[in-house]
Nanobody
Framework: QVRLVESGGGSVQAGGSLRLSCRVS????????MAWYRQAPGQEREFVSS????????DYADAVKGRFTISRDGAKNTLYLQMNSLKPEDTAVYYC??????????????????WGQGTQVTVSS
C-alpha cells in the first residue's frame, strides 16, 4: 500500500519561505509522477506544481511560477516544494499527490492515483 506523508507546513509572515516534504512509501518512488495541490478554505482544490517520473520535467501554476520550486530525491523517496516570497493568498492546506506509471495530465487532479493527508500553510500579512 502506498503512503504519502507531508510535512513542513507552518505559519510564516508574508515574504518568508517554507519547504514542504512528502515522503513516499510502499512502492518504487521512481515509478511515480508527483505533484502538489492546495485547497484554501471555501475554495476548490487547485494545482500548484508537478514533476514527471522520468525526465524531471516540471510544471507550475501561474500563481506560483517564479516563487515555488518542485524537486524530488530518489535516494530519500521524497518530494519537495520550496516556497519563497510567500503571500497571504498562498494560505491553504497543501497536498502531495502521485500517479503510478504515467504522467500527471491536466491540472484538475483526475489523473491522480494517491493523495497525502495534507499540511497546513498559513501566511500572515
Amino acid at each position: 500500500q502506498v503512503r504519502l506523508v507531508e510535512s513542513g507546513g507552518g505559519s510564516v509572515q508574508a515574504g518568508g519561505s517554507l519547504r514542504l516534504s512528502c515522503r513516499v512509501s510502499g512502492r518504487t518512488f521512481s515509478t511515480y509522477s508527483m505533484a502538489w495541490y492546495r485547497q484554501a478554505p471555501g475554495q476548490e482544490r487547485e494545482f500548484v506544481s508537478s514533476i514527471t517520473r522520468n525526465d524531471d520535467t516540471t510544471d507550475y501554476a501561474d500563481a506560483v511560477k517564479g516563487r515555488f520550486t518542485i524537486s524530488r530525491d530518489g535516494a530519500k523517496n521524497t518530494l519537495y516544494l520550496q516556497m519563497n516570497s510567500l503571500k497571504p493568498e498562498d494560505t491553504a492546506v497543501y497536498y502531495c499527490a502521485a500517479r503510478h506509471f504515467g504522467d500527471i495530465t491536466g491540472h484538475g487532479g483526475t489523473s491522480i492515483d494517491y493523495w497525502g493527508q495534507g499540511t497546513q500553510v498559513t501566511v500572515s500579512s
